[in-house]
């Protein structure tokens, strides 16, 4: 690792996260008023992913209140010159850990009603709201303001300092003086946690590192309808994209700062300079893509789901599908797959939604004890299980999510990751899943901006010849 180079819906580049409007159940996840949707990806597709200005931004994204926000600049402004014991910064400190413990509770229910949500979900909301809190309005190529480093290294610190007391116990042999062997039992940190913890805090790092890495660059940015006069004399992403519709982008986003390069281009250094740190962010964002989807197949699949899934698998695919499925000898997914012509990320997640949805519903039909005649029982016992309709159903059900997922990596979180997130009582997941997605966001974040940069480089260059 350290040599690394929705409910139906999907969550361009970017990774949005908006609020939930209430605490109503929606869908199969119900998050609180200061939650954000579980999505994956900000996709063009996705009603998640509809911009804020900043204002909007400021007021809904931010996981703490005015005050709050108000305390961390203070303890921001103060940390380079900050005094052991410093009394001032002392109280801050304090006030700023009894609102986060009494939030933790709470679990974020202030009318202290016991209505609040469980702890792991109340962590997962709290790192996940930090991350839009601190990297929600940051568009562009260039290090994060450093009052908002000290923010984001001291509240995940905090958020994180729980994995520290998540242990498991072994059985260890010790050996007494007078030399009796004893069976005893150890604690040691959770196998899970000893693992992704270190490498998603060196992601962390890296990214941040990345991010640095572009304090002076050869571009620069200018807001949509701020263009200076000699703008002709400078390369946009907008412009340029009224003027040369090759390559296709996909539709600009019109929240994000134009991307200006001068007009001899950018040096071969500094070519070199996008690409290299692209690689790198796109590794990093293939590391954590990684720990989130192991963490997420480890958690269980609540109850709510399974009773949510329809009685037959063929209701949930559709007859057309279904059809191809059971009567196709040699069943090709990739085959299927194209035949389906998926034509947006939002059809690719409805399908991912069906394909898991009739997938499960197979299994569970294929475990449902049924009443047989005699006759069938015994071919029962001949046969191999495999063979069984509901079984090879199944089976081919997950290789077409499988193919699905292969082919839209950057896909949202489909109906049963979310259900899964909201559901977890496991804190140690919840920090693990939250921590890498927000990474997973970031990296893929970093590695659209470079792509931004380098596609105005490349386009100016057309332009000239």
């Not at 996705?46 to 996981?63: I, L």
């Not at 898991?356 to 046969?383: F, G, H, I, N």
């Amino acid at each position: 690792m350290d040599n690394i180079s929705s409910p139906d819906e999907s969550p361009d580049v970017g990774y949005g996260y908006q609020p939930s409007p209430s605490t109503e159940t929606t869908g199969l996840s119900t998050l609180s008023g200061n939650s954000f949707a579980y999505c994956r990806t900000n996709s063009e597709t996705s009603a998640f992913s509809e911009h804020t200005d900043e204002n909007s931004c400021s007021e809904t994204a931010s996981p703490m209140s005015s005050r709050s926000l108000k305390v961390l600049s203070r303890l921001g402004m103060r940390q380079h010159k900050t005094i052991a014991g410093d009394p001032e910064t002392i109280n801050l400190e304090l006030e700023l850990m009894k609102e986060r413990f009494s939030k933790l509770l709470l679990g974020e229910d202030m009318s202290g009603g016991g209505k609040g949500v469980a702890t792991a979900v109340t962590i997962s909301n709290s790192i996940t709201n930090l991350y839009a809190s601190m990297f929600g309005q940051h568009q562009r190529l260039e290090p994060l303001h450093p009052d908002k480093i000290i923010m984001w290294k001291r509240e995940m610190n905090c958020l994180l300092s729980v994995c520290d007391y998540i242990v498991e116990y072994v059985s260890t042999s010790q050996r007494l003086q007078d030399g009796t062997t004893v069976e005893a039992l150890t604690s040691r940190p959770r196998s899970d946690i000893h693992i992704n913890l270190p490498a998603l805090r060196k992601l962390d790092a890296m990214l941040l590192e990345i991010l640095d890495s572009f304090e002076a660059t050869e571009f620069w940015y200018a807001e949509q309808g701020s263009m200076s006069n000699n703008s002709t004399r400078v390369g946009s992403f907008r412009k340029v994209i009224q003027v040369l519709p090759q390559p296709q982008r996909k539709e600009e986003k019109w929240w994000s700062p134009v991307v200006c390069v001068p007009s001899g281009g950018i040096s071969e250094k500094g070519r070199k300079h996008l690409r290299h740190k692209r690689d790198c962010a796109n590794q990093i964002h293939k590391a954590a893509m990684a720990i989130n989807s192991s963490i997420l197949a480890e958690m269980e699949i609540p109850e709510s789901y399974m009773t949510s899934l329809p009685k037959s698998g063929k209701a949930s695919v559709g007859d057309s599908i279904y059809r191809h499925m059971y009567s196709a000898e040699k069943f090709s997914p990739e085959h299927l797959l194209d035949s389906l012509k998926i034509s947006s990320e939002h059809e690719a997640l409805e399908l991912a939604d069906k394909f898991e949805a009739s997938m499960y519903t197979w299994r569970r039909k294929s475990c449902m004890p049924q009443a047989k005649s005699s006759w069938v029982m015994v071919k029962d016992l001949v046969s191999d299980d495999r063979t069984d309709k509901n079984n090879v159903l199944a089976e081919r059900a997950e290789s077409l999510l499988f193919c699905l997922k292969q082919r839209y990596p950057e896909l949202s979180q489909t109906t049963l990751d979310t259900s899964k997130i909201h559901f977890n009582r496991d804190v140690g997941k919840a920090i693990l899943e939250s921590y890498s997605r927000v990474l997973e966001s970031l990296a893929f974040n970093v590695v659209a901006w470079i792509e931004d940069v380098l596609f105005v480089v490349k386009t100016m260059k057309k332009q000239e010849e």
